[in-house]
């Protein structure tokens, strides 16, 4: 079965502390202490257990670091008060899924080990100078994972789905963990996401399963993968490049204004495309799905409208899925991006 009771705990963070290779060979953590005004068992805070290592054959872990994450949900996040809150694992709210969300490009992740005697070459070298730098300028921590039966910290701070053997019962959708970080000095937000290797890239829409064929994140990142190369695999085919998400008049009244909320969509690769049953998502997961006359050419832009699924004026999500429902893009927009009628939202 997926998580029990996730939610995201918001707090300060106090201290932290990584265990190494000598400490713990096989489960290793990065453990954050952190301060909601409640106190806590370790003295006087709870504690954020964050896992640097695989269990599994593949023991290598997945990191993204977005310095400044520009997203619908921080919006919703600035309201929360210190304290946990439980969240519905459901499209539309402040729910994290690494898939669906639209947070990150999978293709952008960096593979890592647990502990190597370099300098910038393991995963606490990266996640440890963040999570300092968050308790040495007063920052907010937003951690959104499964909080510990006694209620005394929160781990299942990772992707929470694709997992295979053991792990396979935990999987879910919109249950994903994570380390928002809110810097208050600079008014910034940023994150920390982290997946293991061996979790699959495309799963599930209700099971969080990998699905049949999917490749796995080891693979999507294979040795030798530059984070800035650019590989059209059957996964990028199609890029979302603009959208029009607040046409001028009423929301979504093509009736009226002639101008419907539209994605502009490009093939960037080499062959023609039939987007027939392909769909479009918007936040909460409704699909607008193509009609089979739709087609791109190599190299082509094309707009295609929303039909009945509208896009929201106060920021969202946009996804693409092929005829098999495997995601091949997706962008997220927030309502400044939103506010100007009339005008398209750049995302490429």
Request: charged share 20%; no cysteine; hydrophobic share 35%.
């Amino acid at each position: 079965m997926p998580i029990d009771n996730y939610g995201v705990w918001v707090a300060k963070p106090v201290r932290v502390s990584a265990e190494r290779s000598q400490q713990d060979p096989n489960t290793p953590h990065i453990h954050l202490f952190y301060d909601d005004g409640s106190g806590g068992n370790f003295n006087n805070a709870r504690r954020a257990s964050i896992n640097v290592k695989s269990s599994s054959e593949l023991s290598e872990l997945v990191f993204w670091l977005e310095k400044d994450f520009q997203h619908p949900i921080v919006n919703q996040l600035r309201g929360l008060e210190m304290g946990f809150h439980q969240i519905p694992s459901q499209a539309g709210g402040m729910a994290l899924d690494y898939i669906r969300g639209n947070l990150i490009d999978l293709s952008k992740g960096r593979i890592l080990p647990h502990d190597q005697p370099g300098t910038l070459d393991d995963i606490i070298d990266f996640v440890m100078p963040e999570l300092q730098a968050a308790i040495n300028r007063n920052a907010t921590v937003y951690l959104f994972g499964e909080p510990y039966n006694d209620r005394q910290g929160i781990h299942d701070i990772h992707m929470n789905q694709g997992s295979q053997a053991q792990f396979k019962k935990y999987n879910g959708v919109w249950q994903d963990g994570g380390v928002i970080i809110y810097f208050p000095d600079i008014n910034l937000f940023s994150a920390i996401f982290l997946a293991f290797a061996s979790q699959a890239v495309h799963t599930d829409e209700k099971t969080g399963h990998g699905l049949p064929g999917s490749q796995n994140l080891a693979q999507l990142l294979e040795p030798g993968h530059d984070e800035d190369d650019i590989i059209i695999s059957d996964d990028q085919r199609v890029a979302i490049v603009a959208a029009l998400v607040n046409p001028v008049g009423g929301e979504n009244q093509a009736a009226f204004t002639f101008k419907p909320e539209m994605v502009y969509l490009l093939n960037r690769s080499t062959q023609g495309i039939s987007l027939g049953g392909w769909s479009v998502l918007n936040k909460n997961d409704e699909a607008h799905t193509l009609s089979d006359d739709i087609w791109l050419a190599p190299g082509e832009v094309r707009s295609v409208t929303m039909g009945q699924i509208p896009l929201s004026n106060k920021g969202g999500l946009i996804s693409l899925l092929d005829k098999n429902g495997n995601k091949v893009d997706g962008v997220s927009y927030t309502q400044e991006q939103a506010d100007k009628e009339g005008e398209l939202v750049i995302f490429r």
